[in-house]
């Protein structure tokens, strides 16, 4: 059972316009969620997160939304760059109390930038 | 050390065979967690240390899978008599605390069992 779902395996931008990747979430307790970027070869790596509480954070190129309602949550990236391609990973957990809460995956979309 | 080191990078063993992974996380981190990701598939939650000890261990497949911690630093995941199933890149991931801070990975150690 899939909690959290990347449901476009890969994604193809010109480069300088907006990437846009989606996830789907079924969990009404997931209250906290991270966007994580991996390269081939490499370990993901925490690019973005966002708290229940928000519906939109923004930091540089890379903005999340946050709808509760739809249960899906998008990162953008504007403008997008060749060194953006990579998989992106969606992460979502229960309990933003601090301490441990298991963070669920998704199945990543990989991003490919077009020069 | 600057960032959460994994080995070996790469594992080819036999089926049958018993293999150790290690991870030695970021100095200071107290949680430790590790992750799968099969091919085509997320990342798979195995367990999760907090020190020494392991409260969620909810992940791990099957009883030929376990993990220590020792010292509050270094991990090592075993598992006993692999599987073609068992085939997969292995990741270890530190943090200060849970997730709001996001996870530091490693590179991970990709496991193929023949």
């Known amino acids: 059972d899939q909690q959290v779902k990347q449901n476009s395996p890969s994604l193809s931008v010109q480069e300088g316009r907006i990437s846009i990747l989606n996830c789907d979430y079924t969990?009404?307790?997931?209250?906290?969620f991270l966007w994580y970027k991996k390269y081939p070869a490499e370990g993901p790596t925490f690019l973005i997160s966002i708290s229940s509480i928000k519906d939109k954070n923004e930091d540089g190129r890379f903005t999340v939304f946050l709808n509760k309602s739809a249960k899906h949550l998008s990162l953008h990236i504007v403008p997008s760059q060749p060194g953006d391609s990579a998989v992106y990973f969606c992460?979502?957990?229960?309990?933003?109390?601090?301490?441990?809460?298991?963070?669920?995956f998704g199945i990543g979309t990989k991003l490919q930038v077009i020069p | 050390g600057a960032g959460v080191s994994q080995s070996p990078s790469n594992k080819v063993t036999e089926k049958g065979k018993d293999v150790e992974l290690r991870c030695d996380p970021i100095?200071?981190?107290?949680?430790l967690y590790w992750y799968r990701q099969s091919l085509g598939q997320g990342l798979e939650f195995l367990i999760y240390f907090q020190g020494n000890s392991a409260p969620d261990k909810s992940g791990l497949p099957s009883d030929r899978f376990s993990a220590e911690r020792t010292g509050g630093s270094v991990s090592t995941l075993t598992i006993q008599r692999t599987q073609q199933e068992d085939s997969a890149v292995y990741l270890c991931a530190s943090s200060f605390q849970g997730a709001y801070y996001g996870y530091t990975f490693g590179s991970g150690t990709r496991l193929t069992v023949v």
């Open positions: 100095s200071g981190h107290t949680a």
């Open positions: 992460a979502a957990s229960a309990g933003a109390t601090g301490g441990y809460q298991k963070v669920t």
């Open positions: 969990n009404s307790m997931f209250d906290y």
